[in-house]
């Protein structure tokens, strides 16, 4: 089962104004209009068999209608498996980890820049704790901002790694977007999952080699980061800048709906402490 494991279709009535605000921040251009009816052509046309859309909540209070919105997604959309969305502010957690796992939803995304917290806040220990066996966390790592400053970076997650060794973490943006040096430092050999998702426009050859060669293959998941790049686009550059023959890519392919439990195998973890 072939997935890209990192893509964001919204509600129509925001789109729009989610493009802009991503354009602003990251000076990228979308490629698509950030709707799920655009983004599931796209993954037919890129011969995937899924996508794995996240929502995240920038505020507390969007908690609840993030999740409401995941939940339909996955819903009526056979092809999206939905992320799930939680914040430190937010005081009913518990109850939205119940109501993710009684809808089936298999992960959770943090986005501290745009959620407004630190990978380092010492109130999502407990969520991390409660959520670890039943949600894969999907963390977007670095930033342009030096690891310290930032709200995240490699560095805040692998003390993460440390603190709950059992969970399932993946370090968008190949460990850390604009964070790559980090990431070799910090995450890069570890038990721990990345994505290629919008680094493969930006990271320089040496780099892009070093990680690869490091890193458990089996823990490279293909993203896009659509609507900001083009799952087709971004799969043929991935193949393009490592050599990669058409077995390897396929390896980079699947990998996620076996950390996902759907391809009829148990979900991989790390092992114990």
């Known amino acids: 089962m072939f997935l890209d494991v990192h893509t964001h279709a919204f509600h129509p009535k925001i789109a729009a104004k989610v493009l802009q605000q991503l354009e602003s921040h990251y000076g990228i251009s979308p490629v698509g209009e950030g709707v799920v009816e655009d983004l599931l052509p796209r993954a037919k046309r890129a011969g995937l068999d899924g ?32 992320f799930g969305t939680v914040h430190p502010e937010y005081q009913d957690w518990e109850h939205q980890l119940d109501r993710l796992r009684a809808a089936g939803i298999r992960g959770l995304k943090l986005h ?5 917290f630190r990978l380092d806040d010492p109130r999502l220990l407990p969520i991390i704790e409660a959520a670890q066996d039943d949600f894969v966390f999907m963390c977007h790592i670095g930033d342009k901002l ?39 430092e910090a995450l890069v ?31 490279i998941l293909f993203g896009s980061d659509y609507p900001l790049f083009d799952p087709a686009d ?15 890519i396929e390896v980079l392919l699947s990998s996620a709906a076996t950390l996902l439990g759907l391809d009829g195998t148990t979900n991989v973890s790390a092992p114990p402490a």
Not at 69 to 75: G, I, K
Not at 148 to 165: G, I, T
């Open 234 to 248: 971004e799969c043929h550059r991935l193949q393009r800048r490592l050599d990669l023959s058409d077995g390897e």
């Open 51 to 82: 996508v794995v859309v996240h929502c995240a909540a920038t505020a507390a209070a969007q908690v609840v209608p993030a999740n409401a919105f995941a939940v339909e997604l996955q819903r009526h959309h056979p092809e999206v498996v939905a």
């Open 146 to 184: 030096p690891p310290a400053e930032n709200p995240s970076c490699p560095y805040k997650l692998a003390a993460l790694l440390d603190a709950f060794p059992r969970a399932r973490f993946i370090a968008a943006h190949l460990g850390g977007y604009q964070h790559w040096q980090y990431a070799l």
């Open 112 to 116: 501290p820049e745009f959620q407004g």
């Open 189 to 219: 050999g570890r038990e721990v999952w990345m994505d290629t998702s919008s680094s493969l426009s930006f990271i320089d050859d040496a780099t892009l080699h070093a990680i690869f060669d490091r890193h458990d293959r089996e823990r």
